[in-house]
C-alpha cells in the first residue's frame, strides 16, 4: 500500500475546511483532481472516510482516526524538511579536521570552541597528525579540513592562509646559551637537541638547517608534545624548537629561557588544506570560513 502524502495533507484540508472545493481551492489543485485523490485514498485503505452530503462533508469515524494520524505525519515530514534544510545549510553535519600539534596547541581550542558555541549542531572530529600526513589525508577523502605547513601543495591540494607563526629556541636557565637574546641555529648545534616525533615539519626544518651549515643535528630525544620538549629541555637534556607562542608561556612557568632565531625559515605560515573549497559540505565549509576570519 503507497499513500501520497499530498493525498493525505487534502484529506486534512478538506476536514478542516468543510468541502472538497475550498481544500481545492487553498492548494491551487482542481476540485475534480482533489476529489480523485480522495477516491484513491478510500481505496487503498479500504474504507469509507468522509460522509458527502449536500451541506458538504464529515469524517467517517475512519476518517477522524486517519485525520489525527496524517497531521502527527505531517508534522513528521515537515521535520524532516527542516532538519534536512539545516544540514544543507551547514547548521547541522560532521567535519573530519586533521591538523598538526602546532595549530592544535596555539590556535584550534579557542577557534573550535567558538565555532561549536556558534554551532552546537555540528560534530567536529579532530585529530593531531604530522604535516605530510595531514596532507595525505585530505588528498585521500581521510579528512575533509586539513591544518598544517604546507609551503609547496602537491596536486589536487587548495591551500588556503590560516595562521603566522614563529620558531624560537628554548634552553634551560643556567645554560651557556640562556644570556642570548637572539642567535643563528648553527651556533647552537654543539648541543644535543630534544625533537619532536619522527616526520614532524619542525624536525625536518631542522635537519635540513643543520644540512645547509654542514653540522650534524645532534638530536637525543623525540616526544609527541610541546609540553614535553620544554620538561625536557628544563631536565638538561638537551635544547628545543618550538613555536613562541608556545614557548613563551611555558617560559613563565617552567625553567626555561627563550631565544630568538635569526633565520627566515623560522617565520612559517600555517595553512588550511581542502581539496576543493566549492565541494566542501556545507557545515565544512562554514568551518573553514570560521578559521580564516
Known sequence: MRIDPLSLKLFVAIVEQGSIAAAAQSNHIASAAVSKRISELEAALRTPLLSRTN????????????????????VDLDDIAVQM?????????????????????QFLPREIGDFLARYPEVDVH????????????????????GICVASVPPPGIEVLPYHDD?????????????????MRFADALDHDV????????????????????????????????YDALARMVEAGLGIGVMPKAV???????????????????TRRQL???????????????????????
Open 55 to 74: 451541506k458538504g462533508v464529515s469524517p467517517t469515524p475512519a476518517g477522524m482516526a486517519l485525520l489525527h494520524l496524517a497531521r502527527r505525519l505531517l
Open 85 to 105: 534544510r539545516d544540514w544543507s545549510g551547514g547548521t547541522r553535519g560532521q567535519v573530519r579536521v586533521f591538523a598538526n600539534i602546532s595549530a592544535i596547541t
Open 126 to 145: 579532530l585529530q593531531e597528525r604530522i604535516s605530510s600526513a595531514v596532507i595525505k589525508a585530505v588528498l585521500d577523502n581521510e579528512a575533509d579540513v
Open 166 to 182: 614563529e620558531l624560537v629556541l628554548i634552553v634551560p636557565r643556567g645554560h651557556a646559551l640562556a644570556r642570548r637574546r637572539r
Open 194 to 225: 630534544v625533537g619532536l616525533h619522527t616526520g614532524s615539519s619542525i624536525n625536518q626544518q631542522l635537519a635540513r638547517a643543520s644540512l645547509e651549515a654542514g653540522r650534524p643535528l645532534r638530536l637525543r630525544i623525540q616526544v609527541t608534545s
Open 247 to 265: 614557548a613563551q608561556p611555558l617560559a613563565r612557568s617552567l625553567g626555561i629561557v627563550v631565544i630568538r632565531l635569526d633565520e627566515d625559515w
Open 271 to 293: 595553512t588550511i588544506c581542502v581539496r576543493s573549497y566549492e565541494a566542501l559540505p556545507a557545515a565544512a565549509r562554514l568551518l573553514v570560513d570560521h578559521l580564516r576570519s
